[in-house]
């Protein structure tokens, strides 16, 4: 009689252990379908996004290709001199500057 006790709440233990695990399994089984079905939204919204990237590349690929300062090297070198001239323009500037301060400094200090 003892051992059909122990025996008895061995095997009721162990219904009520795999009860447990087993819905457990079953919840963790319902939030991944769940997940899954959330990323499987977020892709599709994810797919639009990315089409709609594509086209705006391609029209900015478009007006890139219009822009392009090396088709025409005439121009290239034009833009090229226009910058340095600037920037030679401000190399003066700064340079003036610098000589005035310096020439400021050398009243305060003689």
Known sequence: MLWFSVWTVLVLATMVGAFAVGRDLWRKARALLDELGRASEVFGELAVQA???ADAAASLEAVRAARDPFADPVAARRARATIHGR??????????????????????TH
């Open 87 to 108: 920037r030679a323009q401000r190399r003066s500037a700064r340079e003036e500057r610098n000589r005035a301060t310096t020439e400021s400094w050398g009243r305060f």
């Open 51 to 53: 089409a709609a990237l």
